[in-house]
């Protein structure tokens, strides 16, 4: 685990808006891929969103379509996640993950499959 920063991230009220940010050194990035994960306490990480790095496009979560995006910034080795029309349920700690898990759906919701991780970062939504 390791190499990757957060930042962003906090308190928010119900139907606002956070943007979370992703960084990783560029001497040490090499990625496919890099995803958000969430979570909560007494749960497993729960897979939030994911972006393929050469192509750009990405896949969601359900629980999130229509409601998150993610981007990445090739150049700058950075990936964001805006978070928009929030939810109580979306308070979580939220983890940013890189690596090369494959690029299938499938693949890309498998924490298990990301070699790199962020120090995770709290996100609350009140109601």
């Known amino acids: 685990q390791g190499q990757l920063v957060q930042s962003g991230g906090g308190l928010a009220q119900a139907g606002g808006s956070l943007r979370l940010s992703c960084s990783a050194p560029a001497r040490t990035f090499k990625t496919s891929a890099m995803a958000w994960f969430r979570q909560t306490p007494g749960k497993e990480r729960e897979f939030v969103a994911a972006i393929r790095w050469p192509t750009g496009t990405a896949v969601y979560a359900d629980s999130v379509q229509g409601r998150f995006t993610v981007s990445r910034d090739v150049a700058e080795n950075t990936g964001h996640l805006e978070m928009n029309t929030m939810k109580s349920e979306d308070t979580a700690v939220y983890y940013c993950?890189?690596?090369?898990?494959?690029?299938?759906?499938?693949?890309?919701?498998?924490?298990?499959?990301?070699?790199?991780w962020g120090q995770g970062t709290q996100v609350t939504v009140a109601s």
């Open positions: 993950a890189a690596g090369e898990p494959g690029i299938g759906s499938i693949q890309l919701r498998d924490p298990r499959l990301y070699r790199f």
